[in-house]
């Protein structure tokens, strides 16, 4: 079978797969945040923090909740680093130094999972399970219980209740984020991914010399690192390392888990505002951005030019063997589409516009279909923004699911749509300008402008994945990259849980003929326009520098 | 104004007439100052970056420099026209108001006389013929004809008494006949004209809450695209491509939404202005937006679905009574009778069966309607009575009058109660006896192009409910005529206010039209109240517009113009946004081309040289504000359809097409712009 035979047959593949599972579980997880049962477990965890788990709260409270659990979260992971020469199955790692520690707890919160590390150097077993995988969990049910506020802002009336943190924190863990993360995990380890408590095997090469397979909790913590859009390898080297991704099947079940639940969200989203068309028309835009980024990233790998790349069939440097270009295409493409950051090939090696369709992947704001949670909340906005744009020619206040688009919620929207962008342009620039940043630069040119790019449009969309080629753990960029990171991810939360507040307070109107309608093939075209003009557009002058002054 | 103009003259119509073009220049010019373009984010935005660019032409005069700086100031110029053109054609309608404001002396009733702007509410005046009343208040005593032609445009002079709904009368208006006593209602400074004078002039021009939402969005993108630009010098120094300044605003102003940004205010006001010009006069702009928005129209049936009053249809004799005796018998009755039915059945019975009207008949006697009796009829010469009224009052009498009934009556005015009708019976009583001949059908005549208009408002998703006084059945019958979604049938004031609440819950805009002091409160409650002009002056400050035609039809053009402004806004936003695209294509190459030709595949307009790109995107962006001011003034194409056929059409025209228009617009620019020596 051909390369690009393969390559069709696994994104078929994959396909067939999230259509088959994306209603089941967004039905299921509907149901997980509209229920008023608790399950035993649960109240054990209410108890214990003492949390009021039938009361609901407004949205300021919801949000100083989520902002409260996240600071107690960087606190207990940077100590937990810190300390772990003193702890347990620390496999006799020294502590963590202090700067890496704050941006790898920073980063892990976040849900952005960039490595400064290497993690088999670095961190022991205890870390790698009580705090990174920990947060692997909670910063994906955070992002969860934040898109499902904001989805009880459009789905309910004239109330100042977005429901409870807490208890939308731990249904995500219990009865999401766990039971699909054991299954996974058990395939994984079928597909042989290790799991262990070893700290580690020495070897004797044939060749004569001794090697050192590090060995740990991989395959528990790999499931959770995808299925979580989290995206922070166990090694060093993430999901190209034969221990994290033995097979090319296993990697593509990899892309799978990590495009799993931010395509079902639009079918929660639609089930919870009781229109499934409305879900279906999200899901379209993803889904539509989504299909010509790999297309894309895909084609430009396939026909790079150069004798050597000819040769090999395809742009093959930075790429596993085993997985071939197709599968690292895709592989890249979803693990920027979505918040993950996880990578099975390195970004640095790609033709320059295949990097740049990557590196656009994350400008859009990473929503088709981005983090969970974060990628429908974001796209949630833009569908604001769009309505308010050309809902007008309908000659009708805009309104979207029946919410009227004021002052107040345009004021939030486009904070929303200013807030990254701002961090990414600013970060870059200055980087690119100040001497300490350029010491960074290990490639001149065009390529390592798309480098230090990469890197702040990385850590703002919380995404994690590195383009490499740049010294980013230096004091400059450990500080500038981690508070990109931390505003990237805090900021946009503080805007959209405002306007849920403003949404649910709202009464719904009627839906007529005048009515804008929002489940429309047209409206899908409309919003992807949007997407690409609105957000896509202000990062144009900096990709003419980078991938496309590289690459055209 | 003379008395057979409306406050509109007809000339305010055209768009930039050459009266109005050279003050609009000068008013531009003059909303240069800085102050005033703070409420326009993004052309303060333009306006530094002019101010920028020609301090660095100055500093370093070159022709491409000076350029810039020339067309930059002139994007803010034509932005400031579009607004002062607008507003031009505001002031006129204001100078001919302003002549209908009165200067005359107030003569209070207890004899002293002091200035109308003097009058304080609660004073009470004597107006009589000849004089103009010194300001707004109700009537208290008397009755006049007065002529309002200064205020509606109406030469027919109208009825004005104490009490009840006619008692309103507008200061400026001018007393024909008799005498009234008038209790002023008005603080001075605050009268009707006043406040006309303040709309059209735009002076109390607030910004409306959607134009405040789509002012944020704006200034958001040019935050952006500020940001954008202002970090790319950094990145461009690194690529060793370092930028000129010039070039650099050049871009942003490109980028920025200019043209929507330019012509926001324009369309607000020209919204307004298009009321005006339907003698509308809205409170706010708020209403204006809220018309747009309405979800269900109340109307009422009388004088807006329905012709003022009923007509006979049909004459149905009863008791072998034949069909022309009938008529001919229903017409001698109706002779003396005034009223519109009256008149209905001569008119019928002569285009229906020919029979010629007689206007007077010798040694008749005619008898007058009475609440008692509900009948009128005649006592003819040769002692023949005939008698005409409620079913029930005839049968009555001609049983009274020895004679009977025929059974099929009943039936016949049950089978016209039941349509909808009034059933009015007819007897005689001569040699041959008291009988009732038959049954005259009465009924509610719905006006032409009713239905069509109401299935029109039904495809924008705009529910019509009938209000009228009738019970029912009648009610029901009229509104399956005219086609309205429903009715509230025998509505008291409370029902109609509690119809506008269930409504709004079920998250409905209403709108209405009321005349009456029982019509404030669900004015008040309604998002959309248009009082008649003569109406109470209770209505007219519920409402929050004012029709001076009086006329109820007219919501719909009302809800139409709503609609209309919010379209524009909307067409324009997406246009403007939607050109980016091509401006990109036209600077970045230019700008980088000379560091890494490759970039040099992005010029798909093949634009002659970096500095002719960049200007022609400079002035296209110019001219396109220049281009689109009609558009905005008049509004864009409006038909009413429903939103997804709207949608569709106004997104290939505005987005599709501002898409593309550009690229063309650059190229034909570039063409000429590379002509010039020291450009190409």
Not at chain 1, 319 to 328: A, N
Not at chain 2, 151 to 165: F, Y
Not at chain 2, 464 to 473: K, L, P, Q, S, W
Request: hydrophobic fraction near 50%; glycine fraction near 10%; aromatic fraction near 6%.
């Amino acid at each position: 079978m051909s390369a690009a035979a393969a390559g069709w047959l696994q994104v078929a593949l994959l396909v067939a797969a999230l259509v088959a599972v994306h209603r089941p579980l967004g039905d299921w997880m509907a149901r997980v945040f509209t229920t008023d049962r608790h399950w035993r477990v649960e109240q054990l965890v209410y108890r214990a923090v003492s949390v009021d788990a039938d009361s609901e709260q407004r949205w300021p409270v919801h949000l100083r909740s989520v902002l409260a659990f996240s600071v107690i979260g960087v606190l207990f992971l940077y100590l937990l680093q810190r300390v772990q020469l003193w702890l347990p199955l620390s496999n006799d790692m020294t502590a963590v130094e202090p700067g890496s520690a704050w941006n790898t707890a920073v980063s892990f919160v976040t849900n952005t999972n960039w490595q400064g590390y290497s993690g088999e150097s670095t961190m022991g077993h205890l870390v790698q399970m009580a705090g990174l995988a920990v947060q692997n969990f909670v910063s994906a049910a955070t992002g969860i219980a934040v898109a499902i506020a904001v989805v009880r802002g459009f789905a309910r009336t004239r109330t100042d209740r977005l429901g409870n943190f807490w208890v939308d924190l731990t249904r995500a863990v219990t009865r999401i984020l766990l039971p699909l993360s054991m299954i996974g995990a058990v395939v994984l380890v079928l597909g042989g991914v290790v799991q262990n408590l070893s700290s580690g095997t020495e070897v004797s090469t044939l060749a004569g010399a001794t090697q050192f397979l590090p060995g740990g909790p991989v395959a528990s913590q790999e499931a959770i690192k995808e299925i979580g859009t989290n995206g922070g390898g166990f090694y060093n080297a993430n999901s190209a390392h034969p221990f994290e991704g033995p097979t090319a099947w296993v990697s593509l079940f990899q892309v799978f888990l990590l495009l799993l639940i931010p395509f079902a969200l639009p079918r929660t989203f639609g089930r919870m505002v009781g229109d499934q068309r409305q879900g279906y028309a999200i899901l379209g835009v993803m889904a539509t951005l989504a299909t010509a980024s790999i297309t894309l990233v895909s084609w430009f790998e396939a026909r790079a030019g150069g004798t050597a790349t000819q040769l090999a069939g395809a742009a093959m440097e930075g790429k596993e063997v085993r997985y071939g270009e197709p599968l690292s295409a895709l592989f890249g493409a979803a693990t920027t589409l979505t918040s993950t950051g996880a990578v099975n090939s390195l970004h640095d090696s790609y033709t320059p516009l295949g990097g740049g369709v990557v590196l656009l992947n994350m400008m859009l704001g990473e929503v088709a279909p981005g983090g969970v949670g974060s990628g429908l909340y974001g796209m949630l906005v833009l569908a604001v923004v769009a309505v308010f744009v050309a809902g007008l020619m309908v000659g009708r206040t805009p309104e979207y699911l029946g919410k009227r688009l004021g002052r107040r919620e345009m004021t939030l929207a486009s904070l929303y749509l200013l807030a990254t962008p701002a961090l990414v342009l600013i970060g870059t620039a200055v980087a690119i300008a100040v001497p300490a940043g350029q010491a960074s630069l290990l490639n001149e040119g065009p390529h390592g402008l798309s480098e230090v790019l990469y890197a702040f449009t990385s850590a703002a969309n919380n995404n994690g994945s590195a383009f490499a080629g740049l010294s980013a753990n230096t004091p400059f960029f450990n500080v500038a990259l981690g508070l990109a990171v931390a505003f990237g991810r805090f900021l946009p939360i503080v805007l959209v849980l405002a306007l849920a507040g403003r949404l649910a307070a709202q009464g719904r109107t009627a839906v007529t003929a005048g009515t804008f309608p929002t489940h429309r093939p047209l409206f899908v075209g409309l919003l992807t326009a949007v997407t690409l003009v609105v957000v896509g557009l202000t990062f144009f002058p900096a990709l003419a520098l980078g991938p496309l002054a590289e690459g055209l | 104004m003379t008395s057979t103009t409306g406050p509109v003259p007809a000339s305010t119509l055209s768009l930039l007439s050459a009266g109005q073009l050279g003050p609009a220049v000068a008013g531009a010019v003059r909303k240069l100052d800085p102050r005033g373009l703070v409420r326009q984010p993004v052309i303060l935005v333009v306006w530094v970056g002019s101010v920028f660019s020609t301090v660095l032409a100055v500093l370093d005069p070159t022709l491409f420099g000076w350029l810039i700086a020339g067309w930059l100031w002139l994007t803010v110029l034509f932005a400031n026209l579009a607004e002062a053109v607008a507003e031009g054609r505001g002031k006129a309608q204001a100078a001919t108001l302003r002549k209908a404001r009165t200067t005359t002396v107030a003569h209070l009733l207890d004899g002293r006389e002091v200035p109308a702007a003097g009058l304080q509410p609660g004073d009470t005046v004597v107006v009589v013929a000849g004089q103009v009343i010194p300001g707004d208040g109700d009537v208290v005593e008397g009755i006049a004809s007065v002529d309002e032609s200064a205020i509606t445009g109406e030469s027919a002079p109208v009825i004005r008494e104490s009490g009840g709904d006619r008692s309103a009368v507008t200061g400026g208006t001018t007393v024909l006949s008799d005498r009234i006593v008038v209790r002023i209602t008005s603080r001075p400074g605050e009268t009707f004209v006043d406040r006309m004078i303040a709309l059209v002039e735009g002076a109390a021009r607030q910004k409306t809450p959607n134009e405040i939402a789509l002012n944020i969005l704006l200034s958001s993108l040019t935050v952006v695209f500020l940001l954008a630009v202002v970090t790319l010098q950094p990145l461009a120094i690194y690529s060793g491509a370092r930028q000129d300044t010039a070039v650099l605003i050049a871009l942003v102003v490109c980028l920025i939404p200019t043209t929507i940004g330019a012509l926001l205010s324009a369309i607000g006001i020209a919204g307004m202005d298009r009321l005006v010009q339907r003698n509308v006069l809205a409170m706010s702009g708020r209403a204006v937006e809220a018309a747009g928005d309405v979800g269900t129209l109340l109307l009422d049936k009388t004088g807006t679905i329905t012709l003022g009053n009923r007509q006979a249809t049909e004459f149905l004799p009863v008791g072998g009574a034949d069909e022309k005796e009938l008529a001919d018998a229903a017409q001698l009755a109706s002779i003396a009778d005034a009223t519109p039915e009256g008149r209905s059945v001569v008119v019928l019975a002569k285009t229906a069966y020919g029979l010629r009207e007689r206007s007077d008949l010798p040694g008749a006697r005619f008898v007058a309607f009475t609440a008692q009796t509900r009948m009128s009829g005649v006592d003819l010469p040769d002692g023949r009575q005939l008698r005409k009224g409620a079913a029930a009052a005839v049968t009555g009498w001609v049983r009274a009058q020895g004679g009977t009934v025929a059974p099929e009556v009943g039936q016949v005015v049950d089978a016209i109660a039941g349509s909808g009708g009034t059933p009015l019976a007819l007897a005689a009583c001569d040699d041959a006896g008291a009988r009732v001949l038959g049954v005259i059908h009465l009924k509610d005549v719905v006006k032409e192009g009713m239905r069509g208009r109401f299935d029109q408002l039904r495809r924008m998703g705009i529910r019509t409910v009938m209000i009228t006084g009738d019970n029912e059945r009648t009610a029901r019958a009229i509104a399956d005529e005219a086609g309205v979604d429903d009715v509230l049938a025998e509505a008291t004031p409370e029902d109609k206010l509690a119809l506008i609440r269930r409504e709004q819950d079920g998250g409905r805009l209403v709108a209405m039209t009321g005349d009456g002091t029982n019509d404030a409160p669900a004015m008040a409650q309604a998002d959309v109240g248009v009082a008649m002009n003569t109406g109470t002056t209770a209505a007219k400050e519920a409402g929050n517009m004012v029709d001076l035609d009086s006329n109820p039809t007219k919501l719909i053009e009302i809800v139409e113009i709503g609609k209309q402004l919010l379209i524009t806004r909307g067409s324009l936003t997406t246009f403007s946004i939607a050109n980016d695209l091509a401006k990109y294509f036209a600077i970045l190459p230019a700008m980088f081309a000379g560091a890494f030709p490759t970039l040099d595949a992005l010029n798909v307009m093949r634009l002659s040289s970096p500095q002719s790109a960049i200007l022609s995107a400079v002035v296209f962006n110019a001219l396109i504000i220049v281009a689109l001011v009609p558009l905005a003034l008049r509004g864009v194409r409006y038909t009413p359809a429903s939103a997804s056929a709207m949608l569709r059409r106004n997104l290939l025209v505005y987005g599709a097409g501002g898409a593309v228009l550009p690229f063309v617009g650059i190229k034909l620019i570039d063409l000429l712009v590379s002509l010039l020596p020291g450009i190409a």
